[in-house]
Nanobody
Framework: QVQLLESGGGLVQAGGSLRLSCAASGRTFKNYYVGWFRQAPGKEHEFVAAISWTGGSTYYSDSVKGRFTISRDNAENTVYLQMNSLKPEDTAVYYC????????????????WGQGTQVTVSS
């Protein structure tokens, strides 16, 4: 089992920045892809970004490409999502999720999830 805990959410003005953290415990993060998803009120979960175990492969949705950066520190068992140039439409609950070995953007392919952290961007 992998337990995930997100932190770093909050309220920020449009154009501002936040850094989200996803800390894993329970077992090693080794060979797990970690993804960030978000869910705005009344909407489905949306894939945001993902990173391979080595950090050598990263993936972004078109809506965040160039503004968000995903990274990981395996020594600390933590994955980060640096969010810059935030827009009101980025407002959502952000979740990190983990899956074994293979990249995917489909929410249901990720068996391990954190509880989420709220990000609110004011205009």
């Amino acid at each position: 089992q992998v337990q995930l805990l997100e932190s770093g959410g909050g309220l920020v003005q449009a154009g501002g920045s936040l850094r989200l953290s996803c800390a894993a415990s329970g077992r090693t993060f080794k060979n797990y892809y970690v993804g960030w998803f978000r869910q705005a009120p009344g909407k489905e979960h949306e894939f945001v970004a993902a990173i391979s175990w080595t950090g050598g492969s990263t993936y972004y949705s078109d809506s965040v490409k160039g503004r968000f950066t995903i990274s990981r520190d395996n020594a600390e068992n933590t994955v980060y999502l640096q969010m810059n140039s935030l827009k009101p439409e980025d407002t959502a609950v952000y979740y990190c999720a983990a899956k074994w070995m293979v990249f995917d953007i489909v929410r249901t392919e990720y068996p391990y999830w954190g509880q989420g952290t709220q990000v609110t961007v004011s205009s």
